[in-house]
């Protein structure tokens, strides 16, 4: 891997080294009473969040209930003839060239393969 360098008061120093001393520099800078304020805020926002979508969610079961009827799924039968010659393209006894030419001719749509 290709380090870029950096240079810090002076003194060079690779990607990974700078990125630690900018982690250290804004640990040094941040007010820790403030940021964990902030974060229990921002829990509490959620948790009142969390239970207004929760009850959102009950009133939309309730309004929809049991009133609602869909329709069966068909799904349709296969159409096979088995009448139809249907031969394998690849069989895997044989070596690779005997066995991948088919496939690349096929794939060109050469020798009346489509």
Known sequence: MLERYFTIAGEECGIFEWNAR???????????????????????????????????????????GDHFTLPRIEVPMAEVDERASTLALVNFGDAWFSATRPLILRKAYEGGHA
Do not use: G, M, S, W
């Not at 940021?35 to 079961?61: F, G, K, M, P």
């Open 22 to 64: 900018a982690n250290e520099a804004v640990a040094e800078q941040v007010d820790a009473e403030r940021l964990a304020a902030l974060r229990e805020e921002a829990a509490e926002r959620l948790a009142e969040l969390q239970d207004a979508i929760a009850n959102i969610n009950e009133q939309l079961r309730l309004a929809a």
